[in-house]
């Protein structure tokens, strides 16, 4: 996944699409799931604890931790589990479905007979601290009511980008407890703070916002024109 960070600060690695096209692929996230690289860290969710666990020392994420979500950093994939360790792992780009998109049915066989275990689609994204460090962050998850958070929100973004509305939200983690077949789970909350503009994004990341202007979706102060010297 790409650098979060570098994009915000103006790096070309990431899908250049329209915002029209980005909006239809983020609202239908996920409808054809079933037909790390270095530098992020990764967070992962226990839906047996409600616990996060951030990077490679599984630390506890500060719970008034700021993240921003990067639309174009949408991932979707498969992730095979066996004896509660995940063996097989596929993943792409929401953006390039059409292309690299794998049927389950071309999924390779693991030898996988416990109850549970066997290959499960997931959703993901990639999120960046606002603490001044901008942290890349890649989450993804694969339990049911794991990807129906974070599909929620990912739709919510295709549609507000759909509309020409601040699309990109600034979140902090929660979890909620909830009962499933008479057994009690957790599953993650990630509350919006604010949706902002790609254009505040880059501010921000250039130095040139606050913390708290970007919060209050203030727009990018305009830079003078330089004076062109006789």
């Known amino acids: 996944m790409s650098d979060l960070t570098s994009y915000m600060k103006g790096a070309s690695n990431l899908p250049a699409i329209s915002d029209e096209v980005a909006g239809q692929a983020l609202a239908t996230v996920g409808e054809d799931v079933t037909t790390g690289s270095g530098g992020i860290d990764f967070l992962t969710f226990s839906g047996k604890s409600g616990a996060y666990a951030l990077g490679q020392r599984k630390e506890t994420p500060d719970p008034d931790q700021l993240y921003l979500v ?38 390779e066989d693991h030898d996988v007979t416990a109850d549970g275990d066997g290959w499960k689609p997931s959703i993901g994204f990639g999120m960046a601290t606002l603490d001044g460090s901008g942290t890349p962050v890649k989450f993804s ?34 979890a909620e407890q909830f009962e499933a077949q008479d057994k009690v789970n957790w599953k993650p909350v990630l509350d919006v703070e604010a949706w902002v503009t790609r254009k505040a994004c880059e501010a921000y990341f250039a130095g040139d916002m606050s913390d708290d202007d970007l919060l209050d979706g203030k727009a990018p102060k305009k830079k003078a024109a330089k004076r062109k010297k006789k």
């Open 141 to 174: 998850l694969n339990s049911v009511s794991g990807r129906n958070v974070l599909g929620d929100l990912i739709k919510e973004i295709g549609v507000r980008q759909l509309n020409k509305e601040p699309h990109l939200p600034i979140v902090t983690l929660g």
């Open 70 to 107: 990067e639309p174009l950093s949408v991932v979707e994939g498969w992730v095979c589990w066996k004896k509660s360790k995940p063996v097989g792992r596929y993943e792409w780009s929401i953006y390039k479905r059409d292309e690299l998109a794998i049927p389950k049915s071309d999924l």
